[in-house]
């Protein structure tokens, strides 16, 4: 009886060999056009921009190549690339891993809702992320006469008599930019949460009641999480990425540029140098910077998640 | 017959009772303390969550004299649609027709999202379900895709386009967005859970590839078909083709309302009733698909 199925295996594991080598063919052709488009757009453009990061090219000359040139311009004489880097910096560290917790711990609870309530809350959440240019209301808000919103607020209760310059002050331009960033954060990443909660196996949770577990915070722990991990991975990824990415928010609600570059950020430095002022190789060095910086605290974001629960 | 079939229904009653009584005891461990926490904590982000959007779309009712009242107020004591029929007015008197930009958006927007879910779904269909040389190379490339955005490949693009002479055109912005990497990469985990049985099936009954991508397996993507039209959809909806599009006569509705918004404080109102206009379409298409959108996600777990 064994025997036969395991021959049956082998035979059926043969044949299916042959038919997918068959196909084959079939599957490239219905990969060929998002391929080509992709493996130009973002392959060979990333390629690109790693080979013109190291010449002078700007459109009109031949490029000719200027080994690091670019590089220890960029770090050693662009100061305004070292305050875009700062800002970056400080953005992505607050708002990336933040904006993760805050969109696990929001699905999370918003799983614990009945279902009507929990698509009503869907909603609410999601929909700041897909409201185009709505978060322009922000700058009514932090407006800097006592009309805007927290000004007039703050006036009222006393707390200041003066109206505070929000967005002229490079004090407060980056949380101003850190907070809309976070109403702007709850996206994919947070829908990936819900669902992944929505399809957990809800069996584990009996057998964790009977093993012991009292709370939800200990569901939470030692059943949810690790469930969660493939979604959390996912999650990361969205967050990181568009944690680096800021550059609309800023610009239109700090100014392009802002008051002593306060909101400046790498992607607005890429696309003065690469939109702008046409120094593609300058501009590719930065972009090449970009990616490496994306591209690794993704890479080790994802290597520590992997690690954890296991 | 009579009596069986009696039988079946009372046996049927009593599993839904028995269905019942599970899910009532499914809600383990929950204290009344614990869930008031809760609510509290989940009341006070999504106040912070919709209050904004709630005020601009009070915001585009008010007539001009109650914008600007001190302290603000949220709902107008006295809506009106006058934002709107000033936002009307001011189209008719840009110099390119507002029904060009209007045109321009929706082309972009209909033919980037179309043409994105047919061609990245033909690339889903065999990254899911087929074995190639190749296949974890490609959608390695495509999860590291996801891990950077569009401006580091923004430069790059630029010259591509004008290279083949695509610059000022509409296919500047539409031709990138066909591959949306992350609309690829949920499609294609989306796809896995459809069984390979019915795929099996189709191929018994005659059907070659390309019958059984269109046949079996497009319909039955239909909820990942939503989650992608929506990511793009947003995206294309708002976009300025800013750096792509140079001719006043192609660019689209975001732009032109860019620069009535930046018309400055009188145009408050206006700018109000463009940014509801701007965030209606993609949030009613939501609201129609959420359940689906979310059904879709349930795959996006990455391995």
Not at chain 1, 16 to 35: D, N, T, V
Not at chain 1, 154 to 163: A, C, D, H, R, S
Request: hydrophobic share 50%; aromatic share 14%.
């Amino acid at each position: 009886m064994r025997d036969k199925t395991i021959t049956t295996e082998k035979e059926s594991r043969f044949k299916k060999l042959r038919r997918k080598m068959y196909k084959q063919r079939y599957s490239y052709y219905l990969m060929a056009p998002y391929l080509i488009i992709f493996g130009t757009f973002t392959v060979f453009s990333v390629i690109m921009s790693i080979v013109f990061s190291f010449t002078n090219f700007n459109l009109l000359e031949f490029p000719s190549f200027v080994g690091f040139d670019n590089y220890v311009r960029l770090f050693l004489e662009d100061e305004v690339f070292i305050i875009a880097m700062k800002n970056t910096l400080i953005l992505a560290i607050i708002t990336g891993p933040i904006s993760f917790i805050l969109a696990f711990v929001v699905a999370w609870l918003i799983n614990e809702l009945p279902k009507k309530w929990k698509w009503l809350m869907t909603l609410i959440f999601y929909a700041p992320s897909i409201s185009g240019n709505a978060y322009l209301l922000w700058k009514l808000i932090f407006s800097s006469d006592m009309y805007g919103y927290a000004n007039s607020f703050l006036i009222k209760n006393g707390l200041i008599t003066e109206p505070i310059t929000w967005l002229q002050d490079p004090k407060y331009v980056l949380w101003i930019i850190i907070i809309v960033q976070f109403w702007l954060s709850l996206g994919v990443a947070f829908l990936a949460f819900i669902a992944g909660l929505q399809n957990l196996d809800q069996k584990l949770y009996e057998a964790g009641a009977i093993d012991g577990i009292r709370n939800r915070w200990q569901e939470l722990w030692y059943i949810t999480l690790p469930q969660m991990r493939p979604q959390l991975m996912f999650g990361a990824v969205m967050q990181i990425t568009s944690s680096f990415g800021i550059s609309a928010v800023s610009s239109e609600i700090a100014g392009y540029p802002s008051v002593d570059y306060s909101g400046h950020t790498i992607v607005l430095h890429l696309l003065d140098y690469g939109g702008m002022r046409f120094e593609m190789g300058y501009a590719s060095a930065i972009a090449t910077i970009l990616f490496m910086i994306m591209l690794s605290s993704n890479i080790i974001v994802q290597k520590f998640l992997r690690r954890v629960g296991t | 017959m009579d009596k069986i079939a009696k039988l079946k229904k009372i046996m049927s009653k009593d599993n839904v009772k028995i269905k019942t009584k599970i899910k009532k005891k499914k809600r383990l461990n929950r204290s009344v303390a614990g869930n008031i926490v809760i609510l509290l904590f989940l009341l006070i982000f999504s106040v912070f969550s919709a209050y904004p959007l709630i005020f601009i779309i009070a915001n585009a009712f008010k007539p001009l004299h109650e914008l600007f009242i001190f302290p603000p107020k949220l709902f107008p004591t006295d809506p009106t649609f006058k934002n709107f029929s000033d936002l009307m007015i001011l189209m008719g008197t840009t110099w390119v027709p507002m029904s060009r930009y209007i045109f321009n958006t929706v082309f972009i927007t209909v033919v980037g999202t179309i043409g994105h879910v047919i061609i990245a779904s033909m690339c889903a269909y065999p990254l899911a379900k087929h074995h190639f040389p190749g296949k974890a190379f490609i959608f390695t490339l495509i999860v590291y895709s996801l891990m950077f955005n569009g401006a580091v490949t923004s430069t790059p693009v630029f010259m591509i386009m004008s290279w083949i002479g695509l610059i000022d055109t509409h296919f500047a912005v539409i031709i990138p967005a066909f591959a949306f990497p992350l609309g690829l990469y949920l499609m294609k985990q989306f796809m896995e859970s459809i069984p390979n049985s019915l795929l099996e099936a189709a191929k018994i009954d005659g059907a070659n590839e390309f019958r059984i991508f269109w046949r079996v397996v497009m319909p039955l993507s239909k909820p990942a078909w939503l989650t992608l039209v929506i990511l793009l959809f947003q995206q294309l909806w708002s976009t300025q083709g800013a750096g792509y599009i140079f001719s006043e006569q192609l660019k689209t509705l975001s732009y032109a309302l860019a620069q009535i918004v930046s018309g400055g404080i009188a145009r408050a109102g206006t700018a109000a009733a463009v940014s509801v206009i701007m965030l209606i379409v993609p949030v009613t298409i939501f609201i129609i698909s959420q359940s689906k959108i979310i059904d879709t996600m349930s795959h996006s777990g990455m391995k």
